[in-house]
């Protein structure tokens, strides 16, 4: 498949293939001690995650930086499709209460590819604004260092 | 009951004691039909009306003027309860994609009350400015001046 691209200058793509079952993958998103095990990019760390994966359920994940800060992020699913579709966003701390900030909805989808799993997270942004400074806060550095990390971890499960 | 009233200065609530049966009431904002009986504040009326009432369902509700120009509004169902609670917001024109403003988000909730029907909606905003610019736009005179419209056509049901 043709790599995915941005639908408009508000969003941000990570697409790849991803050397491990589709299964795993969905697990690495959903299970909190499997979370735990990728989904800061090192030397980063997350010190904790609670999820309650359903629509309208939250998720808290706590990062930790290399000098020990934590920074908790909230979040609330809006559609989960086992094995296949993960949509989240910071905009509501609970079903329904406006966060602070509605800063991104990021849309996950996974597919069998070649014995692997086609593997795409939209982020897609209220504001070009916000697009841009999560372009330079290192999405794409980011995201793509955690993905080799989900991936490492998907394999060995 | 005692009246419902805002949770926070970010939200605006409406609360009546209808004199219409719950099911009339659901069928009011979710048949097109009806909705465009009631939906707009005379001599405000509804042009038209889409209504996909299902959570990730959108919207399109058309007012016109008395003097005829028209504003079209979109909006997306987050959670549907037949009957009971429906949640929509302007925050995705579409799942999942962002609106150019989120503004709000609307929680209707409908309960069996002395014959009629506790009708209860609450309108959060992601900032105490929208707050405050939705209460100057006339929400209350409004949503309370619409709500008895709709228990007029409930009852006609």
């Not at 920074?71 to 989240?88: D, H, S, T």
Request: hydrophobic share 40%.
């Amino acid at each position: 498949a043709p790599a995915a691209i941005p639908a408009n200058d508000r969003e941000l793509v990570l697409d790849r293939r991803l050397a491990a079952p589709r299964a795993a993958v969905w697990r690495c998103w959903t299970e909190p001690e499997l979370l735990k095990q990728w989904f800061a990019p090192l030397p980063w760390t997350t010190a904790d995650a609670e999820l309650d994966v359903r629509a309208g359920g939250t998720s808290r994940v706590v990062m930790r930086s290399p000098d020990g800060d934590e920074f908790p992020n909230r979040g609330l699913y809006l559609e989960v499709v086992p094995g296949e579709r993960l949509v989240f966003t910071d905009a509501f701390v609970a079903a329904w209460q406006p966060s602070d900030k509605p800063f991104m909805v990021v849309e996950l989808t996974m597919a069998d590819e070649d014995g692997g799993t086609r593997y795409t997270a939209r982020a897609r942004h209220w504001s070009v604004a916000d697009r841009e400074t999560h372009e330079q806060m290192g999405f794409h550095d980011g995201w793509g260092q955690c993905a080799s990390q989900l991936e490492t971890l998907a394999q060995s499960l």
